[in-house]
T-cell receptor, first 113, second 114 residues
């Protein structure tokens, strides 16, 4: 079946530190991969996506590369800010357009100044 | 665009009562998804619709839960009777069927069943 595993949090960092949140997946075929972010009290927002192997998604200083050989889509940011404090979800859709997202359990990031 | 609209934002009810959650997807989107978020289980898909037709309801916990989409601009998720273990945040999301585009999420309804 299809599933997503991401590192458990919380992750606590100081401002300007380097961030990595690990995500691995299990899927048949070639899924599309996503990172969503949830700020306190809000719904989820798409942060970045990649639809095929070796694609790199990027947005707001965050990056993730679709690695088929390691079935991974790790989220990275070179210098985090307090405003990046949120819950981050890795997700996939199977290679069938119009289907639902399968989410990881989420990783809480807390950045202090 | 106003985005996905959900109502109410917060609902507190007593066990055994009927609860109805509402969602208005983004205009032009023809896929709609209902998710539930809890600390224990994370984000779970309950049901999704394409062109107002339910496609996959395997995530609906039990018969107490039902969802409808009578037209392209409105969907409801009903719980009858409600139980304390139904307490969660319920999200609605929409996108365009047949694409890999992002799903746009509403702000969620926080349900508390006493």
């Amino acid at each position: 079946g299809n599933s997503v595993t991401q590192m458990e949090g919380p992750v606590t960092l100081s401002e300007e530190a380097f961030l990595t949140i690990n995500c691995t997946y299990t899927a048949t075929g070639y899924p599309s991969l996503f990172w969503y972010v949830q700020y306190p009290g809000e719904g989820l927002q798409l942060l970045l996506k990649a639809t095929k192997a070796d694609d790199k998604g990027s947005n707001k200083g965050f990056e993730a590369t679709y690695r088929k050989e390691t079935t991974s889509f790790h989220l990275e940011k070179g210098s985090v800010q307090v405003s990046d404090s949120a819950v981050y979800f890795c997700a996939l859709t199977p290679n069938q357009a119009g289907t639902a997202l399968i989410f990881g359990k989420g990783t809480t990031l807390s950045v202090s100044s | 665009d106003a985005g996905v609209i959900q109502s109410p934002r917060h609902e507190v009810t007593e066990m055994g009562q009927e609860v109805t959650l509402r969602c208005k997807p983004i205009s032009g989107h023809n896929s709609l998804f209902w998710y539930r978020q809890t600390m224990m289980r994370g984000l779970e898909l309950l049901i999704y619709f394409n062109n107002n037709v339910p496609i996959d309801d395997s995530g609906m916990p039990e018969d107490r839960f039902s969802a409808k989409m009578p037209n392209a601009s409105f969907s409801t998720l009903k719980i009858q009777p409600s139980e304390p273990r139904d307490s969660a945040v319920y999200f609605c999301a929409s996108n365009t069927h047949g694409s890999y585009n992002e799903q746009f999420f509403g702000p969620g309804t926080r349900l508390t069943v006493l």
